[in-house]
């Protein structure tokens, strides 16, 4: 950087003067005056300035706010060549590495979720502790030093947001653990990533609610994060895992997709997955993760980038909002998982995620050995809803029926996904609901399902 | 200027005179606060290592002006956007850039806790005693008897004091560095100058936070000229909020975090603890349990339901099967009950929960009362007979075991191997899995502790013997 005599005389560019009258008050000289003329480009009496008297004492660029109002006059021979502005950065990719452990885990749902983020190339744990989400986050806490990571304990969910705003702006995967009541805590922050193209994982592992509720698992959040992840036009893909081994595979994959699309993904569990313990194979490669062209990491290349959910004007924000919605509707063209169990001659679908959908499961094995044709149909993604696989399901089924820990939280899902693709309802839409904590039982499910399933099939076998 | 863009393009699209100018009003003190900074950045020749914050408030626009890598921050949150930056870049430079409302109202917690945690970025506090952005209301270092949009008959107590940020932050450990300038004239703006760029100096010898109030003029809200604004400031402000150095210590040390390690042997050091090995991988269940078998391990907290249970879901995963376990506590976390459901299943196990076992282990009387009649037939019961005295009812079909676990655990001269005395019982009266393969996880779970292998051998082996005898002395 070429040096600057400190002592220059001024050169007033007076169509960025705003005639704030400092640079008067500062020069001991009275080099300079308040101007009288209106100047034709900014309606303003920019000052005057008579070099005559100037003892380049440099006091009057020092209080000048504008940046280009007064600068130091150029001097002979010594001025200064800029630097050619920083090439763009190109994103360096991701590489896959060969992991060899052969042997399963037996871990508890938080922790498979936290051993996926790690495995996908997750460095950097921001959180806050509550119930039931806080052993993923303690086993972070153990094992991200190991890794020459970072955990830091967030002195709030808002901090722990922004905090992952910043990192993920940097273009790290950061992730956080969290429940229902911290989830309502971040909705701000999500919505700022969410406009500024940020990615990152939240794992919410839901409890019951509403206000603190209890930390018994219900489904409280769907609707949170499904239609209302913050304020504004958003979206963030929204995974739901059923077994500890879908915890991590789905953790994983929530990275890829967070910053595949630059946009915030939520791992959507409840408390009894979280600490439900069970086999959890391993993929055969890990993530070294590279370095995204658009991040903010203070360096040279990566200086002209910019985090930022701001555009002052209407023109300029529908624009930005058109590109978001571009980017949902992507998603939602390719984005969308669902797992369909005994779904292909059922006359009977339950919908069912998360750990009710285990329930589900079972009954429809059990509600099969009766000669119930039941099938369950399990949307691995929420937002965007399966509703592709779920179309030619529909259409041959009978009876659907919902079987959720919450409120229709999960119907309404279905529902909108229904109406959006046009499709008429089906004649019957049922439900089963618990709350509080209390998750639907597979002998209940069973009772929903099974006397009109056996009576309807025989009726039509006598037809 | 370098550091300044050569034109602000995010400024109205740099057209016209905006391309050059900022959007502050004339004599608004951040232009000059502004100014110092970018003077500092280049004087240290740190353009290219900046991160600068922008705050929500009149300097939200700071990218606009500012060639440095850039991010914009939520109302208040800008030191946890800064954590997060400086987590991910230890060596990039921080530039957290907040006003009154931003630091001294909404981002009270924030800017705490960066202080607390010794995080080495700068601040930029610029405090006009005023929300400049949204219309002129109450701040929280608005002057008693000051009036604003939403105190208009004037601040009064009611309304608090005046809080005194530098002072504040200086008390927190984490501060290395804090001092109040002002603008108000040459001699301060020298003095302002001087101490940002010291403030951006520190952050490179990775020390702590460093901290810079400007006291700064808003002729808008103050409804003064320029010139009046600065004699308010210098009259009125000053006199709550003293100028000079609260805080310059030598001390502290910011423990950077090393670049994040991806190598795979690391990795399978770190998370290959947890896995078990698999012996054999198309593992039968006894025949007169079928495809699947439910377990209930009930007890109060301390009696080892939960251990005995993740030792049997890690047995039956040795041994090829699917399990699952999940634990259930009563209401209280400490010596309330404690219940733990497993399940073991050839393929795949649908539905963790237990409702209706084939295998009960009861720790107590209420245990065994309240899941006991629940017991699918051909299931077993085994309880601990050392403490539920009374032989409970006998169902047909099912085979009840009582084994004095608690008895024969003290016996043992160590009460918590009760829950492996009920484990020795559960595998000789179900063979649900091979003794082996118990043996083996006992072994595991116990490698870190080898001197209390051997009782817990014993327990298990203890347990087992009662359920022989049971079988054969007549009942
Ligand atoms: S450089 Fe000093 S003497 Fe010259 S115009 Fe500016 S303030 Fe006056
Ligand atoms: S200080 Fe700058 S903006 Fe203010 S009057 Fe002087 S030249 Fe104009
Ligand atoms: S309102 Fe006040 S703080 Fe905001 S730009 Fe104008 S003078 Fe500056």
Redesign the interface.
Known sequence: ?AKKSLKAKPLL?P??C?????CV??CAQGCLVMGEAIHP??G?RPVVLDIERCTACG?CI????????L?PLPVEGET?I??PP?KAALTTPDTR?????E?????RGT?ASA?GA??A?C??F?GYPITPSTEGAELMAL?LP?????F?Q???E???I???????????R?MTFTSSPGMSLML??LS?MIG?EIPGVVVDVMRGGPGLGNIAPEQSDIKLVCRSLGHGNTHGIVLAPST?QEMLDLTFDAFELSFRYRIPAVVLCDG?LG?????VV?PKT????GVPGWA?????E?????????ELSERDLEEHNRRLIEKYKRIEKSEQRADLFHCDDAEVILVACN?PA??A?????ELRQRGAKVGLFRPLTLWPFPIQALEPVVARARRIVVVEASDGQLEDELRLALSHAGMRLPARIESLRHYGGV?P???EIVDVVLPDALSAGASRGRA | ??V?Y?RFE?HAHGE??KG???H?????????A??YL?EAI?DL?V?????A??PVGCA?FL?Y?F????????HG?AP??????????P????VSYQGDGDLAAIGL??I??AAQ?GVPITVVFVNNAVYGMTGGQLAPTTPLGHATATSPAGRDLSMGAPLKMTEMIAAIDGCVYAERVALF??KE??TA?RAIRKALALQLENRGLSFVEVLSEC?THLKM???ES?RWVRETMVRIFPLGVKKDVKSGRWPA??????D?A???????G?????ESRDAKLPSELGDEVGLKFAGSGGDGAQTAA?LV??AA?HEGF??????SYGPESRGGTSYADVRIAVDE?????V?APNVLVAFNAPSLAKFGPHVLPGGTIIYDSSVITERPQQRDEVNCIGVPCAEIAAGLGKAVVKNIVALGALQAATRVLPEKVFIDVIRLALKSKPKLLPINEEAFRRGAEMVANARTSPS
Not at chain 1, 296 to 300: H, L, Q
Not at chain 2, 349 to 353: D, H
């Open positions: 950087m560019s169509q960025y705003k005639a704030c009258g400092l008050e500062a480009e900014t303003l006091l020092s209080a000048c706010p504008e940046p280009y109002a600068a200064e800029p630097a920083p590495l060969p992991l060899a452990i042997d399963p885990l037996v871990i922790y051993i790690l495995l190339g460095r950097n921001f094992l190991k890794l020459d990571g970072v830091v967030a002195v709030s808002l901090a722990t922004n905090m992952m705003y910043g990192c993920g702006g940097a273009g790290r950061a701000e922050g700022y500024a500890p009894y600490q439900m313990t069970g086999r391993l890990m993530v070294r993760p903010v990491t203070g360096d040279r990566h200086r002209r980038n910019l985090m930022c959910s701001i750990t285990r329930m499961k079972g009954a429809v094995r998750l039982q597979l002998h | 200027m370098s300044f050569e995010r016209g005179v050059r100018s900022t502050y009003c004339a004599g608004c003190g951040h232009g000059l502004h100014k970018a280049d020749g353009q290219d290592r900046t991160i914050i922008s939200v990218y002006y060639d440095v890598g850039n991010t914009q921050a939520s949150r946890a956007v800064a954590i997060g930056h400086k987590m991910a870049n060596d990039s430079v921080i917690a924030e705490i806790q945690l004239d040459n703006r020298i100058k002729p000229s320029p010139r600065q975090p090393p670049p994040p390690n991806f795979s690391r990795m399978v050091e770190v998370i290959g947890f896995a078990d090995h698999v993740m879901t890690r995963i699917d399990a699952t376990h999940i634990p196990v649908l539905s963790p929960a409702t």
